[in-house]
Nanobody, 126 residues
Framework: QVQLVESGGGLVQFGGSLRLSCSASVLALNYYSVTWFHQAPGREREAVST????????RYSDAVKGRFTIARDKVKKTVDLQMDSLKPEDTGIYYC???????????????????WGQGTQVTVSS
C-alpha cells in the first residue's frame, strides 16, 4: 500500500509561483513513476505532468507546458511540481498519483491509477 501526501499549495497572485511536493508515507517515491493531476472547481480531474522512475522522461499537458516543471528530489524522496506564471485557470486541487502497474503510455487516464494523495489546494487570484 502506497500512501501519498501532497504539500505546498496556497494562494498566489496571477503570474506568481508555487512549488508542490508529493511524498510517500510508506515507501520511497524513488521507486515509482508519478503523475500530477489538477481538478478545477466543477470539472473533472486532468493529468498535468508525469515523471518516470529515473527522472529522465517527463511529460506535460499542453495547458502547462513551458510553465510547470516536474522533477525528483532523490534526497527528500519527493516528486515536485514547480508551477510558474500561474493563471487563474490553474486554480483547483492538485493530486499526485501512482499505480502498481503504471500507465506509461496512457498516463493521462485517471482510472488507471490506484494510489492517490488527498490533494492540495492552489488558488490563483487575478
Amino acid at each position: 500500500q502506497v500512501q501519498l501526501v501532497e504539500s505546498g499549495g496556497g494562494l498566489v497572485q496571477f503570474g506568481g509561483s508555487l512549488r508542490l511536493s508529493c511524498s510517500a508515507s510508506v515507501l520511497a517515491l524513488n521507486y515509482y513513476s508519478v503523475t500530477w493531476f489538477h481538478q478545477a472547481p466543477g470539472r473533472e480531474r486532468e493529468a498535468v505532468s508525469t515523471i518516470n522512475i529515473r527522472g529522465d522522461t517527463l511529460r506535460y499537458s499542453d495547458a502547462v507546458k513551458g510553465r510547470f516543471t516536474i522533477a525528483r528530489d532523490k534526497v527528500k524522496k519527493t516528486v515536485d511540481l514547480q508551477m510558474d506564471s500561474l493563471k487563474p485557470e490553474d486554480t483547483g486541487i492538485y493530486y499526485c498519483a501512482t499505480a502498481d502497474l503504471f500507465p506509461t503510455t496512457q498516463w493521462t487516464r485517471v482510472d488507471l491509477y490506484n494510489y492517490w494523495g488527498q490533494g492540495t489546494q492552489v488558488t490563483v487570484s487575478s
